[in-house]
């Protein structure tokens, strides 16, 4: 299972608010890519934040995201609440941050990654960087390293993929 976080991992960590106290987020197109391979391969991909604001249910609804925990005070609890529901384990579950609220997340999982522009303790604690700032095919980059890791990266790079771009 892949858990990722949403504001600072699938986008830059920019809101804009309207007038009417309307949220917008920009999602980047390519990790909407990288997510929809990800689920084709059999890879359960959640979404845990500790925002709430519309834009992120409906970029989830899009994508086909089951599970999209949103306005999450104790992500740890909340993580470990998502596994039991899907059986998976704590070593069969990684998780994608960017911030110090995600770092709470250590104990409960088996790898932690964050984005190339996540806060210094979470580049020093996290199994893994990721060479792409959030928002900007962070989430992208690590899909295919997981489908070269799985050996279905080669086909998709050989014949392309043919369903919607997310």
């Known amino acids: 299972m892949l858990v ?11 809101l804009w608010t309207t007038e009417s106290g309307e949220v917008l987020k920009r999602f980047d197109v390519r990790d909407g890519l990288g997510i929809r391979l990800l689920q084709q391969a059999g890879v359960e991909v959640a979404w845990l934040s500790g925002g709430k604001s519309g834009a992120t249910e ?13 306005g999450v005070r ?4 909340a993580l470990r609440d998502l596994q039991e529901l899907l059986g998976v384990k704590q070593a069969e579950s990684a998780f994608v941050g960017d911030d110090l609220n995600d770092l709470a997340v ?4 088996g790898l932690l990654l964050c984005t190339a522009d996540a806060v210094a303790p979470l580049r ?3 199994d893994w960087v990721l060479d792409r700032n959030g928002g900007d095919g962070a989430v992208r980059r690590l899909a295919e390293e ?10 998709l790079a050989e014949a392309g993929w043919r369903d919607r771009n997310d």
């Not at 990722?4 to 920019?14: A, S």
């Not at 997981?146 to 086909?155: E, K, P, Q, T």
């Open 4 to 14: 990722l976080d949403v504001d600072g991992v699938l986008t830059d960590g920019g």
């Open 58 to 70: 409906q970029r989830a609804r899009y994508l086909g995201i089951r599970h999209v925990l949103t």
């Open 74 to 77: 104790d992500k740890p609890a």
């Open 106 to 109: 250590r104990p409960a999982i």
């Open 124 to 126: 020093q604690r996290a």
């Open 146 to 155: 997981i489908l070269r890791a799985r050996g279905s990266w080669s086909d």
